[in-house]
């Protein structure tokens, strides 16, 4: 029975547990696109904290790709240093370092969540169709010079990421962004090859993961963030979620990272514990591709418990480790594996009251108490 700190391996990458640290976009990136100090000290510790893999944030593959101003990008070669620093600091802590990449279509051209709409200067988004979200800017509906620039820039920005060091790469088709409307029949209201039937609405992202397949190293592990339902009726559907995990495993991609919602304001999302953890279910049984889950993992017995009974090769977890960077490391203790986790040498001490550690053989003074 798969444990939460057994090692998981997808093609050349071997993950020292099953826990992931979910991108989590930080909107404060320099005025070029490129992670500063803040993207650093945010990933470190989350690394120390024992993740077996550590994602960085949602990056555009363009600039209209960017939701906003504070986006990190890979757009260009001058953005590969500081991404590179992330990827060898991360490495450094014993975690294998991810990149999210994506472009937000419509939902683009916003400010940080936490300021007030609009944006100055904005700039016109782009989307399979001109549909707006809710009470945003329309769009405008993308040419096929538009689309094949998205794939392009999509293989660029995987060849960036390769060459900055990340091991995991994931395109992000999920939370309402330009491939998840693509998908969405609610947002893609097309007529010609690229809306309509599921072949045509799904074949952008088909094309997307050949594209990404095809600049990445065999060994580097290619992963597709989806929605697997819009929660509203006439949206995308967890059986058609199903059909694409075969289809896209069919075409290289490793792991379906399985969220939910974020195409229509519309949605109604029966909210609680673990509650996208069906729909993953649903994916990795149907297409037989490896399924990260994610949203409300907040224990570490319910994260055990998910990976041990077989309904996800891996947990994700967000807002949990936004409270403890070392939720993984507290996660071995409670289940009474910290020696299976590999603590940090330079940490050893710190833990030693929780768990069966026997690396450091040179503490000879009593062990502190727990408390
Ligand atoms: C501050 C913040 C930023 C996020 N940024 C991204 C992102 O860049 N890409 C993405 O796919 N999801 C993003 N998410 C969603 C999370 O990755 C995760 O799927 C969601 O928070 C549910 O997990 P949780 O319940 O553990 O927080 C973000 C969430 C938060 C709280």
Redesign the pocket.
Known sequence: MPHLFDPLTLRGVTLRNRVGI????QYCAAEDGRPTDWHLGNLLPRALGGAGLVFV??TAISPEGRSGNGDIGLWEDAQIPAHARLASAIAAAGAVPGV?LGHCGRKGSRPPQWQAPPLTPGWTTLAPSAVAFGDYDAPQAMTEADIAKVLADIAAATARAVAAGYRVIEL?A??GYLLHQFLSPLSNRRTDTWGGSYENRSRIVLDAMRAARAAMPDDHVLAL?VSHTDWVEGGWTTEETVRLGQDCKAVGVDLFDV?SGGLSPEQKIPMGPGYQVPGGEAVRQGSGIAVAT????TEAGQANDIVGAGRADMV?????S?RDPYWPLRAAATLGCLDRIGVAPQYERGWLAFGALTLDKSITAPLPALG
């Open positions: 979910s991108p989590m976009q944030e949602a999210q992000h999920a939370h963030r969220s994610v949203g409300m993992i994700l977890i967000a807002k949990a936004m």
